[in-house]
């Protein structure tokens, strides 16, 4: 048998009702245009035909039970499956608050989007013949109910998920978390700014992941656009849809019948929306102007370790640094830095360890 479908990827599109909305001038995204932004790429999707969406958490802005209530009722009218998995936005603190849901409370609006069980944070389907997807949850609290600094995966569900991959019959296996699972930036896992974004225990992830010949894991929270690869799998993790440059993706699976599969990657961005008559440039300026104390702090950190004064004379040069990273496939080269800062940001390029221009960020096609 041959397989070949289509589905699609938004993340991390912290859905806010415009009253919802708090005042954090700092923040690089613009939770403003959270649902126009979305009813655009809906309205761009419904021409495709697709099998399924893919939502890697990070739903709402704040966890707001009616912003929580807005999405789940906007995704019930669509005309193709979706499945989701709760992000660090979604659920700030382990109980629930007059502001916002608790974690146990987030299978229940999302019952039609994966969470069958819903006393259970994590679970798998059929998403269609021979494919099968299982989402799990990586949002961690501590005794207190608030929430870690980094994702893990408790116990009971590492043993759930052994189980699930033991008995699971289908040829393809996708893989949904929040959290990143492999390194998207260098030397992530041992960033003091990087590893909040990864799963602390990865490793016993891809221990349970590698021998069920799992390939593929769709993960988002970084806000870029990347696509890694170790030992057989590939992470794709997404950009979200309210941080520059606001991307979504559409891929397409195929199988031939001598069971050689490939996943053609094809990603696209909103441009415009009401109000915003040029959201990429707008947005990519609102993300310049809030860089600063982000880059000093980068710099200022191990490997670099450069003074306060060294690294404020530096940081205008990379304005767009991180605007860059998010869009994917960057090309860093400033000349006129000192050679340590230079050869650092150079290894953020999309370069492979070869030394090779390597553009697959957003455009490719990989074989499986």
Known sequence: MSLNFKFAIISDPHIALPHTIWDHPSRFHLVEVSIPALELVLERLAALNLDFLLIPGDLTQHGEAENHDWLARRLAQLPYPVYVVPGNHDAPRATASDRAIGIADFPGYYQAFGYTHPDQLYYTCQVLPGVRLIGLNSNAFDAEGQQINTGVLDPDQLTWLQQTLATASEEVIL??????????????????????????????LLALLNPANVHLIFTGHLH????????????ITTGSLVSYPHPYRVLQFHQDEQGRCWLQIESDWVDAVPGWIDLQTTSREWMGDRSFP????????????????EAEAIVPTLRYFWADIAGGDAVFDWPQLPAPVRQYVQRFSAIDPNGTLTLIDNHTTLML
């Open 175 to 204: 893989l949904m978390v929040h959290h990143n699972v492999l390194e998207h930036l260098p030397g992530q896992a041992r960033s003091g700014m990087g590893h909040r974004y990864m799963l602390s225990n990865a490793a016993e």
């Open 224 to 235: 870029v656009q990347d696509i890694a690869y170790q030992q057989g799998i590939y992470e």
């Open 294 to 309: 982000f880059m000093v702090k980068l710099l200022t950190q191990p490997p670099l370790n450069l003074s306060l004064a």
